[in-house]
């Protein structure tokens, strides 16, 4: 072989390579995420207090699909951040005396407390049992869902805490998610697994439906008396009477995995979120949609049925947390996961009809309505808090 042809079979191979890079390059490299959809300025938005401003008339970020939104939204306000520094925020709700909101930093075993006057963030329950969903009574009690403990709690007004539901049929419950208060006395919430993990709770002894190879070891890290329960029902939705009896109301097969809850302003109507499988689960779960029932004077929902299977622009949206306004509307949060613009919270009419989406950069976990005037939507999504003045007013307590 010549030296000519020598070099030429080099640079040959050399070509060769060169081509081959940029595909073993794609092979070894995760594709790039876009930027959120949310996210219409450049640079970026910044949705804290200190960002640019955005409101020259409407906020970008709030969407009309319906022209009835209009008249539930302020023109002139803007989404801001209030705060950020959770892992997994959840479970915000208003004390209307107090003139603060408090909501669950679930992983971080902690409830956190933004209070009006000046915005200040502090830490107002720790530990937290892993607290989940929280609202108010119509006492002004702080009703909390303690994924760890696995029981509802209320915490008086003299600072005592009573436990308002820890089984049911003498079988302990799974991880109580989302309350809701009735002016009857009584207090409904719902029963998925969800705690049964290490993230947000623990898991079950070895053997138990989230922990079947007992290789995990549930007491790791908890008090005395933490991480020694099994998981013993399937999913459900509970009243509490006023008398202190637990009833269930539906079933894992009328409802499986619900989630978030609330009640119609004249409390006839009862709205649940289904959610997708859970730790320890066995059937299919459900499928992120969002049901309604009516409510009779015997307080058993009857004539399910779905309100919307949460498909919006062909995009998969998840429900979480719900909550109504005065004239019915429903505002029920949004974690669309990649589907990057889909995150946030939507609005619908009592007829089920989508009226307009408020985007956020995160995915939104739970929502309620607060202020002085209950005027303002406060958003709990993924590591922060986003808080929007709206036209009208959140129903209920809290």
Same mark, same amino acid.
């Given at each position: ?262 009640? *119609?302003?004249?409390?006839?109507? /009862? !709205? =649940?979120?289904?959610? +997708?499988? @859970? &730790? ?101 999504? *993924?590591?922060?808090?986003?808080? /929007? !003045? =709206?036209?009208?007013? +959140?129903? @209920? &307590?809290?």
């Amino acid at each position: 072989m010549t030296q000519q042809q020598t070099r030429r079979g080099v640079l040959a191979a050399m070509g060769a390579t060169a081509l081959m890079a940029p595909a073993i390059v794609r092979a070894q490299t995760p594709p790039a995420l876009a930027a959120p959809a949310s996210v219409i300025s450049n640079p970026p938005r910044d949705f804290g207090p200190n960002g640019t401003p955005t409101v020259y008339g409407r906020d970008p970020d709030i969407i009309t699909i319906d022209p009835a939104f209009d008249a539930l939204t302020q023109g002139n306000t803007p989404i801001m951040r209030l705060w950020t520094g959770s892992l997994w925020a959840e479970g915000p709700a208003w004390s209307s005396v107090g003139r603060y909101m408090v909501w669950s930093d679930i992983p971080n075993n902690r409830q956190l407390r933004w209070i009006e006057d000046d915005g200040r963030v502090s830490v107002f329950r720790m530990p937290s049992n892993n607290s989940n969903g929280n609202t108010f009574d119509f006492q002004g009690r702080q009703i909390t869902c303690e994924h760890l403990a696995r029981r509802v709690v209320r915490y008086e007004l003299d600072g005592s805490a009573t436990v308002l539901a820890d089984s049911y049929n003498g079988k302990r419950l799974n991880s109580p998610n989302d309350v809701v208060a009735h002016p009857d006395g009584s207090y409904w919430f719902t029963d998925p697994p969800f705690g049964g993990q290490l993230y947000e709770g623990t898991p079950d002894v070895a053997g138990g439906p989230s922990n079947a190879a007992g290789k995990l070891k549930p007491g790791l890290g908890q008090p005395p008396g933490m991480g020694n329960m099994r998981r013993e029902l399937p999913t459900g939705c509970y009243r509490i009477d006023p008398s202190g009896r637990v009833d269930l109301v539906l079933s894992e097969e009328q409802l499986p995995s619900p989630n978030g809850i609330c009640f *119609s302003p004249d409390y006839k109507k /009862l !709205y =649940v979120v289904s959610s +997708g499988r @859970g &730790p320890g689960d066995t059937g299919p779960g459900g499928k992120r949609d969002v049901h309604s029932f009516d409510v009779g004077a015997d307080n058993k929902p009857a004539n399910g049925k779905l309100f919307s299977d949460f498909m919006i622009d062909g995009i998969k949206c998840g429900p979480d947390g719900i909550r109504a306004d005065v004239q019915g509307n429903l505002w029920i949060s949004s974690n669309a996961g990649r589907n990057l613009g889909y995150s946030g919270v939507t609005v619908w009419s009592p007829e089920a009809k989508l009226l307009g989406r408020i985007r956020l950069p995160e995915g939104c976990a739970n929502i309620c309505f607060g202020g002085p005037k209950r005027n303002r939507l406060f958003m709990a999504a *993924s590591q922060s808090i986003y808080a /929007l !003045y =709206v036209a009208t007013q +959140g129903a @209920g &307590p809290a």
